[in-house]
């Protein structure tokens, strides 16, 4: 359960993300920012990157609609904690990180995230990791909920997200009480 300091966080971080994002992506689009960008992170040292990386893409690949490296998750992530958190939550993030990749290597009983090509079992120790955290031992994978609720609320304030994962209608028609997902389709967006 999240407290309400947790939640009310998350409303600050929508609000304002989501003007920081729109600002971020024109900075994203010119050509020199995406080079710059993905030759030196701003905030996150390339293991940390990495990491980040793979579980952004773990977390919201792409499918028939654009993942999350699509949408330039790890990017903004990196531009977002270079630029805006504080020193505590910059120290709270890394720590968070250096957990999940620990406890992937545990998993995998490789050295390190990006070390060799063992692609099919960090995808089988992030699934292990995914159901962990969220289910009875929940608690103590706090660091993964953390990193994966901040890489869903990236995405689903990013234009691919927003426009082509969720669906749009400005005003909604009638109210279904309990109508089955295979009629509705995607999640909507309001």
Do not use: C
Request: hydrophobic residues 45%; proline residues 5%.
């Amino acid at each position: 359960m999240e407290t309400r300091r947790q939640i009310l966080q998350g409303l600050i971080f929508s609000l304002g993300g989501a003007a920081a994002l729109t600002a971020f992506a024109a900075k994203a689009a010119a050509p020199e920012a995406k080079t710059t960008s993905a030759a030196k992170p701003g905030f996150y040292t390339k293991g940390e990157l990495a990491t980040v990386t793979f579980l952004a893409d773990g977390i919201i690949p792409r499918t028939d609609t654009p993942g999350a490296l699509d949408a330039g998750v790890p990017a903004y992530m990196d531009h977002l904690y270079a630029t805006w958190a504080s020193e505590k939550t910059k120290a709270d993030h890394r720590a968070h990180l250096a957990a999940i990749a620990g406890h992937l290597d545990r998993l995998t009983d490789v050295q390190s995230i990006e070390a060799g090509n063992r692609a099919k079992q960090r995808v089988k120790a992030l699934e292990a990791l995914d159901a962990a955290a969220f289910g009875a031992e929940a608690s103590a994978h706090w660091p993964y909920r953390s990193v994966k609720s901040l890489i869903a609320t990236v995405y689903y304030l990013s234009e691919p997200g927003a426009t082509q994962e969720l669906q749009y209608e400005p005003v909604p028609g009638h109210w279904i009480a309990s109508a089955p997902i295979a009629e509705i389709g995607r999640t909507w967006a309001l």
